[in-house]
Structure formats: structure tokens, C-alpha cells
């Protein structure tokens, strides 16, 4: 079960959110639109959701897996940028510390749950259901991209090796092969995510997939 991942992820996240002073939280992200507090506020929904579907046992079978859950859930169109303001003016009406220490206990809360569940126990989450291992699979590959998000700006540490080694395995999958392993896995994260540019020999690898890409976001 990918839950010592997970523990990596979101308690580091933890930490350096915990961390963060009134200056750093108003720093860009590799979010467009969002600073790093209005990414902490994300993250918060994100644990919260987390925690929502592990106490939310399903009957099978289960129709998503940590692969096809993402091609599912592409977001919806924001053309008018509602979900940026959106976040930003929730997310400013939390005092820092406040918001920092409520993620931080929530994610807590969540490693907790997951603790106690069995890797084949059926939950939901967004009207799909997973395994729990599915879904921590999921987790992982949220936080670490956010984690990667936001110290684009900061002077903070970046992702540990097993989160993103999950992340890369998963950007794999949907591309449907593996990927040469001399890549340099953040920077492939960064770019199948769309938040960085391909090096020329990536896209001489990935020729006609080039426009799959970004693979999610």
C-alpha cells in the first residue's frame, strides 16, 4: 500500500506549511493565478476530501482505479477564472497560522484513517469508487505535484524520491509506456503536468503523444 508515501507527501507539506511566514505565503505558484497561501487553502479541500472518503465505505466493484481516475476528472473549463477568485478571497480571510495548522491536522487525520483501512476496501470519492490503495495513489500524486508547485518561488525543499517516484509511475501509466529512466523525474513531473517545458530529447521520445500532453493538471 502506498500509504508510507503518503505519509512522506502530506508530511512534508505539513511542515512547510507550518512554516511559512506572512511574506512567503503571498508568493507566486506554479499555479496560474494562485499564491502559495491560496495553494495551501486547495490543499486543505484536498486532505478534507481525502478524509471524507476514507470514512466512506462503497460496494463494489470498483470503477476507477489510481490510473483511469485521473483521465475522469480533467476539471472543468474556467474561462473566466472563478475558481482562482474564488480561492483567493476564501483563502484570504484565514489567518496563517490558523490555515497552516488546520492542514497540517487534517492531513494528520487522514494518514490516521488510512492507517486503519485495508489496502482492497472499497470508498468514494467525486462519485467514483476506488481501492484505498487506489486513492492514497491518488493522494500522493496530488500532493507531490503541489509540493512541486509550491516551491517554484520559495526557498523550501521539494518532494522526497517515493512520492515522486509514485507520481512519475502514475504520469507513466496514463501515458501508456514507460520512460527513459534517465530522465530527471521533477522536471518530467513538471512537464506531463504542464507546468514546465519538454526538453528536445523528451519530445523526440514521446513524438506523436507530445499533444497528449499536459497528461493531467
Known amino acids: 500500500m502506498n500509504l508510507d508515501a503518503l505519509r512522506s507527501a502530506y508530511g512534508d507539506l505539513a511542515a512547510l506549511a507550518v512554516s511559512l511566514d506572512e511574506a512567503a505565503s503571498w508568493r ?7 499564491t502559495v497561501r491560496d495553494l495551501v487553502f486547495h490543499l486543505l479541500g484536498d486532505a478534507q476530501r481525502a478524509l471524507v472518503a476514507l470514512a466512506t465505505p462503497a460496494t463494489g466493484p470498483a470503477d476507477q482505479d489510481a490510473t ?4 475522469q476528472s480533467p476539471g472543468a473549463p474556467d474561462a473566466e477564472s472563478r475558481g482562482i477568485r474564488a480561492s483567493r478571497t476564501m483563502a484570504s480571510q484565514w489567518r496563517l497560522d490558523f490555515l497552516a495548522a488546520s492542514y497540517a491536522e487534517t492531513a494528520a487525520a487522514v494518514l490516521t484513517s488510512a492507517g486503519r483501512a485495508q489496502p482492497d476496501d472499497l470508498v468514494v470519492t467525486q462519485g467514483q469508487v476506488l481501492r484505498v490503495d487506489d486513492l492514497l495513489t491518488t493522494l500522493v500524486v496530488e500532493a507531490t505535484i503541489h509540493h512541486l508547485d509550491l516551491t517554484v518561488d520559495l526557498d523550501r525543499a521539494g518532494p522526497r524520491p517515493e512520492p515522486v517516484a509514485v507520481t512519475r509511475a502514475t ?9 527513459p529512466a534517465a530522465w530527471n523525474s521533477e522536471q518530467w513531473v513538471r512537464a506531463a503536468s504542464g ?5 528536445e530529447e523528451q519530445r523526440s521520445y ?12
Not at 483511469?68 to 483521465?71: I, Q
Open 28 to 34: 507566486p505558484t506554479a499555479c496560474a493565478g494562485w
Open 68 to 71: 483511469t481516475y485521473w483521465m
Open 171 to 179: 504520469l507513466d501509466a496514463l501515458l501508456g509506456r514507460p520512460t
Open 195 to 199: 507546468r514546465a517545458e519538454l526538453a
Open 206 to 217: 514521446l513524438g506523436p503523444d507530445v499533444h497528449r500532453l499536459p497528461l493531467l493538471r
